[in-house]
């Protein structure tokens, strides 16, 4: 590690602990840990749901999804570059500070602050659409997971009464998260609802195995949880967002979270109650929309919560484990109640798992070649 750029890091960290200290914004809330639901929303822990009336056998079916993309045919049959969605962002190689030695939440694993040396890779600008996904559902007649279980996991106070009053069963950790049969992509608050108005939206109820064969087929793949995170922080070392450590710099929302007393009223401040279309808010310094907030997204690696201190060069996460990294918080964050919308924080879920407020973007190596540079 070259020495000068070491001194600059705890001058800088320094800098910004004395900010925080002066600020509302920065204070830390003293959250209980195993109240936040973030990693509620997995198949595989039937611990976590009560009164569960789904046979567990379902879970088997996994194995149908797994490595599946090899199947389809290839985006670029359909997409071609007068298309200006799926456009990717290059994102320079280099040497950047992952982590933080100021973990909000221990059991995360979100410390220690490492420096990582990644390649230049590409990300896309925003977050998958709605749009996107169907064209990839519509060329390979794709049936997501959450379509094959026949449910998937929505926030209780985005049901219809009419379907709320069939559910009997709710997830112990985070009673406000419910299976709701016939939730998927289509049909991301049940049986009742649609997306005909939200093409725009990212899409939703797609597990890690819909998103790595989505990002398979467009020529691309998720990114590994270092490189998502080099995207997220835009340059910035150390900060708290991808803008700085002021979560509304100026009073100006940069991120869709929520606002209000969760989970009985989004009260919708920052513009958005809800999940909001995918090129809203700003985009980052390396123009790279909503990385924090509205959406979840998957990364590639497997879950782990202990991490070397010492410089690696493209860490591509654990070897295997239960879980995939997902990064980023969502809509449903808040401050007091998971505080997960900045670029150190991590959560997880099994690769079959879907839920209201989990999506996904693709990187790639190079620039799939149906599409411009920026
Ligand atoms: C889709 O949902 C909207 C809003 O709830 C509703 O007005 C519309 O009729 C629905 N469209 C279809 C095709 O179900
Ligand atoms: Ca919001
Ligand atoms: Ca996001």
New binding site residues.
């Given amino acids: 590690m070259p020495n000068k750029q070491y001194r600059l890091m705890i001058f800088w960290g320094f800098c910004a602990l004395n900010l925080c200290l002066s600020k509302e914004e920065c204070t830390v809330p003293q959250e209980d840990e195993t109240t936040c639901g973030c990693a509620a929303t997995s198949r595989r822990r039937p611990e976590s749901i009560v009164e569960i009336d789904e046979p567990d056998d379902k879970t088997t079916e996994n194995s149908l999804n797994t490595a599946p993309s090899f199947k389809y045919s290839k985006a670029v049959n359909i997409v071609d570059d007068s298309d200006c969605t799926h456009q990717m962002v290059e994102i320079p190689g280099g040497k950047f500070i992952m982590g933080t030695n100021d973990p909000i939440f221990h059991a995360d694993g979100e410390h220690p602050a490492r420096w990582i040396e990644i390649d230049t890779f590409y990300m896309d600008a925003h977050e998958v659409s709605n749009a996107e996904f169907e064209r990839f559902v519509n060329a390979n007649s794709y049936k997501t997971e959450a379509e094959k279980f026949g449910d998937s996991f929505v926030l209780e106070g985005e049901l219809s009464e009419a379907v709320k009053s069939t559910i009997q069963n709710a997830v112990a950790a985070a009673p406000w998260w419910l299976p709701v049969k016939g939730a998927n992509w289509r049909h991301p608050e049940g049986p009742d609802?649609?997306i005909?108005?939200r093409m725009d939206h990212p899409v939703v109820h797609v597990s890690w195995n819909d998103a790595v064969a989505f990002c398979t087929w467009m020529d691309k793949r998720l990114p590994t949880e270092a490189e998502w995170e080099r995207a997220c922080r835009a340059g910035k070392q150390e900060r708290l967002f991808s803008w700085g450590n002021k979560f509304t710099p100026n009073n100006q929302y940069r991120a869709n979270i929520w606002q209000g007393t969760f989970p009985k009223e989004d009260t919708g401040l920052d513009g958005w109650a809800g999940r909001c279309p995918v090129t809203s808010f700003p985009p980052n310094g390396y123009g790279l929309y909503n990385m924090l907030g509205n959406v979840w997204e998957w990364t590639n690696d497997w879950w782990q919560v202990s991490h070397s201190p010492s410089l690696e060069t493209n860490p591509r996460g654990a070897n295997a484990g239960e879980d995939k990294v997902k990064k980023g918080g969502s809509y449903m964050c808040t401050k007091g109640y998971c505080y997960r919308y900045r670029c150190a924080a991590r959560s997880q879920n099994t690769p079959d798992s879907s839920a209201g407020n989990l999506g996904f973007r693709c990187a790639a190596d190079k620039l799939p070649h149906y599409l411009k540079k920026l």
């Fill in positions: 609802s649609n005909t108005d």
